[in-house]
């Protein structure tokens, strides 16, 4: 199994519009353009595919964190208390 097809599986299992996962890979500070967002749903022998890579993917899998559950506390807050 490729990222790519690790990427298509979780835009289908969390019903993610393109529009959606430029925004999650912003929430990392991860700049990707429509365009290339939809190279990487092609068919792997379509003249504009893209593999993805493994920091885009990581990056996806790290901003889908802050999507759903919020950024990370600060603990040096906690500790001073």
């Known amino acids: 199994?490729?990222?790519?097809?690790?990427?298509k599986k979780l835009r289908v299992?969390?019903?993610l519009r393109n529009d959606e996962i430029i925004h999650i890979l912003s929430l990392v500070d991860f700049k990707v353009t429509a365009?290339?967002?939809?190279?990487l749903f092609?068919?792997?022998g379509h003249e504009h595919y893209?593999?993805?890579g493994d920091?885009?993917?990581?990056?996806f899998l790290n901003g889908l964190i802050?999507?759903?559950?919020?950024?990370m506390e600060d603990n040096r807050k906690h500790d001073a208390d």
């Open 50 to 52: 893209k593999p993805c």
């Open 66 to 71: 802050i999507h759903l559950r919020g950024p």
């Open 55 to 59: 920091q885009l993917l990581r990056n």
């Open 35 to 39: 365009s290339e967002l939809g190279a």
């Open 1 to 7: 199994m490729t990222n790519n097809d690790i990427l």
């Open 13 to 15: 299992a969390l019903h």
């Open 42 to 44: 092609r068919k792997e």
